[in-house]
Every structure is written in C-alpha cells, then in structure tokens.
C-alpha cells in the first residue's frame, strides 16, 4: 500500500532540484530534512522522495488562490 504519493527527485552529480527551496541542494542536505521520504544513493538511477508541506501531492503548491 502506497502511503506517501512523494515524487522522485534524481541526483544529478550530488545535487537534487529542491521543491522546497526552489534551488539545487546538496544530497547532505536532504539526509536531515524532515520532508525526506526516501533516499537511494547507491541504485542504478539515485533520487530522492520528500514531501514538503508547501508541495501538494499533485505538484501544485499552496500559495492561496490559483490564477485562472
Ligand atoms: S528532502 Fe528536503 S532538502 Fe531534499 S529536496 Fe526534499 S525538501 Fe529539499
């Protein structure tokens, strides 16, 4: 059962795109993040699974009302 609808954020030489801080971040930031979910290093495609609370599970983020 999924429990966690978190994307996967690919590390691209020790970096990862920051949803939360709109910017590349170290790795080592990620590793004492409270929004990490997951993270894989070692794997054939290394990422990162967070879910900051400023991200919705459907990308869109919470800055009140949408624009039409
Ligand atoms: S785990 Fe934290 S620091 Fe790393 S990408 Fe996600 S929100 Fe940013």
């Known amino acids: 059962m ?7 954020l690919f590390i691209d030489r020790g970096t990862v795109r920051c ?7 170290e790795v080592d930031v990620c590793l004492t ?13 290394p990422f990162v699974r967070c879910q900051p609370v400023s991200v919705l599970p459907s990308g869109a983020t919470k800055r ?4 039409s």
């Open 19 to 25: 949803p939360a801080r709109a910017a590349d971040v």
């Open 33 to 45: 993040c409270q929004w990490l979910v997951e993270i894989d290093e070692d794997g054939p495609t």
């Open 2 to 8: 999924f429990r966690s609808k978190a994307a996967r």
């Open 64 to 67: 009140g009302r949408q624009e």
